[in-house]
């Protein structure tokens, strides 16, 4: 059984840190491409990061870019989103996902496999 869990959520003041991580099970994720979204109170969920299965390619939303940093490690099947200067407007639920191919995705139609979320709460 395939499965994404992700960890690293919490509560942090504006202008803080986080670092979100995700450990897939279940098959080898080297050849995919990764991504992370989030899905904000009352909002639908919405593309953040994404790299591809080498680590070499990146692509993120304007929202984000030059706050988060999207790295993966291949020899443990682990994604991660390094999130500095956070802002109110980052709180969300944070998901990872497997994307169908080994490029980068920014799009949700182009994953297969989702993990349960964890939330993130910027306090102002």
């Known amino acids: 059984q395939v499965q994404l869990v992700e960890s690293g959520g919490g509560l942090v003041q504006a202008g803080g840190s986080l670092r979100l991580s995700c450990k897939g099970t279940g098959r080898s994720f080297t050849a995919y491409g990764m991504g992370w979204f989030r899905r904000a109170p009352g909002l639908e969920r919405e593309f953040v990061a994404t790299?591809?299965?080498?680590?070499?390619?990146?692509e993120y939303a304007d929202a984000v870019k030059g706050r988060f940093t999207i790295s993966r490690d291949n020899a443990e099947n682990m994604l991660y989103l390094e999130m500095n200067s956070l802002k109110p407007e980052d709180t969300a639920v944070y998901y990872c996902?497997?994307?169908?191919?080994?490029?980068?995705?920014?799009?949700?139609?182009?994953?297969?496999?989702w993990g349960q979320g964890t939330q993130v709460t910027i306090s102002s």
């Open positions: 790299i591809s299965f080498s680590g070499r390619t990146t």
């Open positions: 996902a497997s994307a169908r191919g080994g490029g980068i995705a920014n799009r949700e139609a182009f994953y297969d496999y």
